[in-house]
């Protein structure tokens, strides 16, 4: 028992392992339950005010985007805690840079990482999307979403898609369990997610996260594309 035993529900992750590692075009998973109840329900109840997030639009998506420690958009998030969020998310972000969580990680999805790379609330409202599109920094890097929205109806958009193309009809799977669930995917060339228009007048929130791999002080993978996220454009980061 540490100060992370009940945090995330590794049961539930590892159960999905084999899906993940089998699908295809590209490797992707969707768990729910993610988080043990209690975390989850203080994470749900200290999620940043909307209204603190600062506006990530650009012509191919609508979307709030809060950063953690200095606002310098940096793709890799700022060292340490962050006073503008609760004990509990300065408690996960700490978790999820430890060994453990990235060794747990590793053994899920069968890719070996080592380092968290991206940490930031990325929230919707009514009108909120984003086209389908793909990174392409890497095989070495999985991309996570975690969400904290109750009360998703089956069908409704504003969970992040996978698909096989970037086109909303080639749609392989689309969670419409918004509440303790995460969905990651590989990262590559074919990776192609999105979020269809959302509709309904209630916030999309959640937590994306970037894994990757660092060797000889440098990430294995490139780094987030400016249209992506509205920051420059790296190729590889020293660190
Ligand atoms: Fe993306």
Request: charged fraction near 25%; aromatic fraction near 16%; glycine fraction near 8%.
């Amino acid at each position: 028992m540490n100060e992370f035993s009940k945090i995330i529900n590794w049961d539930n992750v590892f159960a999905q392992a084999e899906t993940f590692q089998n699908n295809t075009p590209f490797k992707y998973g969707f768990i729910e339950n993610v988080f043990y109840e209690d975390f989850y329900e203080k994470l749900y109840n200290t999620y940043p005010s909307l209204d603190t997030f600062e506006k990530g639009n650009t012509y191919s998506k609508s979307q709030l985007i809060k950063y953690w420690g200095k606002n310098n958009k940096s793709v890799i998030p700022s060292e340490g805690n962050d006073n503008n969020y609760s004990e509990e998310w300065n408690l996960l972000k700490k978790y999820l840079e430890s060994d453990d969580f990235l060794k747990n990680m590793s053994k899920f999805s069968g890719i070996l990482f080592n380092k968290l790379k991206f940490f930031s609330l990325i929230a919707h409202r009514k009108g909120g999307f984003q086209s389908p599109h793909n990174h392409n920094m890497g095989d070495s890097v999985a991309v996570a979403m975690f969400y904290f929205s109750k009360g998703w109806k089956e069908g409704e958009a504003g969970g992040t898609y996978v698909s096989s193309d970037m086109d909303e009809s080639t749609i392989l799977f689309e969670p419409y369990n918004l509440d303790n669930s995460m969905i990651i995917f590989q990262d590559g060339p074919v990776s192609w997610h999105g979020c269809r228009y959302v509709t309904k007048d209630a916030e999309r929130r959640s937590l994306q996260i970037y894994l990757d791999r660092v060797e000889d002080g440098k990430f294995v993978g490139g780094g987030a594309t400016e249209d992506d996220y509205g920051i420059e454009k790296t190729e590889k980061i020293n660190i």
